[in-house]
């Protein structure tokens, strides 16, 4: 079965609930949560951005985007910056870290493929680089 587009929907959910969670980071407004508010910011574009166009310079510079375990280590990581009060962070933290613990189960589940976005460019999926 192929799963590519509901992978490529959940990405795109992912990085929507990123960038909210990112803008709810702002309030209460300090230095360090507009910081980190920037940071998920830009995570959640890039996201997004990654299910429409891979640039060259990404397989190279983020490989970890282009496997399962990587882009779910990501989501677990991005979404425990976000578990915070109030309420409404808590929730796409929690979203974005379950999510991210379910892609880290699928690098284990050998019948399922990774989509073609989530491939490396470089190379053909599951060969090795040296």
């Known amino acids: 079965m192929d799963f590519s587009n509901i992978f490529r929907l959940v990405n795109l959910v992912v990085g929507g609930v990123?960038?909210?969670g990112?803008?709810?980071?702002?309030?209460?407004i300090g230095f360090q949560s507009v910081?980190?508010?920037c940071y998920v910011i830009i995570f959640g574009a890039a996201t997004v951005l990654l299910e429409f166009q891979i640039p060259p310079y990404v397989?190279?510079?983020a490989p970890f985007l282009f496997s399962?375990?990587?882009r779910g280590i990501f989501y677990i990581f991005v979404g425990t910056i976000l578990l915070h009060e109030p309420v409404i962070r808590i929730v796409a933290g929690a979203i974005i870290a379950i999510i991210g613990l379910g892609y880290c189960v699928l690098e284990f589940?050998?019948?399922i493929e990774p989509p073609q976005n989530m491939r490396d460019a470089g190379g053909e999926w599951g060969a090795e680089q040296i």
């Open 18 to 20: 990123m960038i909210l």
């Open 22 to 28: 990112g803008i709810g980071q702002f309030f209460p």
């Open 35 to 37: 910081i980190v508010g």
């Open 59 to 61: 397989s190279r510079w």
């Open 68 to 70: 399962f375990l990587g």
């Open 109 to 111: 589940i050998p019948s």
